[in-house]
């Protein structure tokens, strides 16, 4: 009976391998299909390359997350903290305002914390909760800076910008977090 039920789980899991690897590819392809139907769409094959880059090292990074932990929680809180690391880079490159160094040492503070937590559920929520307190701090830094200000709106955009990332990266670290209290509630019970 335990090996129809690991078939099962298996068969499912890679049902959804594939259903996020077609998600990538055809958000890769979106940008092709457009430059057919529009003439605003205007992409190089270096921008193809680079997006490909993007898309599939996100995908990959889910991957090994996806091979560290059975958990569903720390399933969700590696891919919550994947696809924000995605946006940042993203959303900083099309903004191009030259704040573009913060955001990515953001992601640097990231992956720095993930190490040194060895990938552990814990040290992850905290990790997690570092990369949120930097965010806030980067977007009221940013939001302070007298280039910002002298854009209109640009002071509340910016604490905009960075308050729905702040809420991603809490999200990713209460994920995290959900996984560290299973993961010590099946170790007491194992002790017990």
């Not at 090292?57 to 929680?73: K, N, Q, V």
Request: charged content about 15%; some cysteine.
């Amino acid at each position: 009976m335990t090996g129809s039920g690991e078939r099962v789980a298996t068969r499912r899991r890679n049902y959804w391998r594939i259903a996020r690897w077609s998600a990538a590819l055809a958000l890769l392809l979106t940008p092709l299909v457009m430059m057919q139907i529009s003439d605003e769409w205007h992409w190089t094959p270096r921008g193809f390359i680079f997006a490909g880059i993007m898309i599939g090292g996100a995908g990959l990074l889910y991957e090994i997350a996806e091979r560290a932990s059975g958990s569903r929680p720390f399933r969700a809180g590696a891919a919550v903290a994947v696809v924000t690391s995605f946006l940042t880079v993203w959303t900083t490159i099309v903004r191009d305002d030259g704040t573009g160094i913060g955001f990515f040492l953001l992601i640097l503070a990231a992956a720095t914390g993930g190490f040194a937590a060895w990938f552990q559920p814990a040290g992850m929520a905290r990790a997690m909760l570092g990369v949120a307190t930097m965010q806030v701090l980067l977007g009221v830094a940013i939001a302070t800076a007298p280039s910002t200000a002298s854009t209109p709106d640009g002071g509340f955009r910016a604490l905009l910008f960075s308050g729905a990332f702040t809420v991603l990266w809490l999200v990713s670290a209460a994920c995290f977090r959900a996984a560290a209290k299973a993961e010590d509630k099946a170790a007491r019970r194992v002790d017990s």
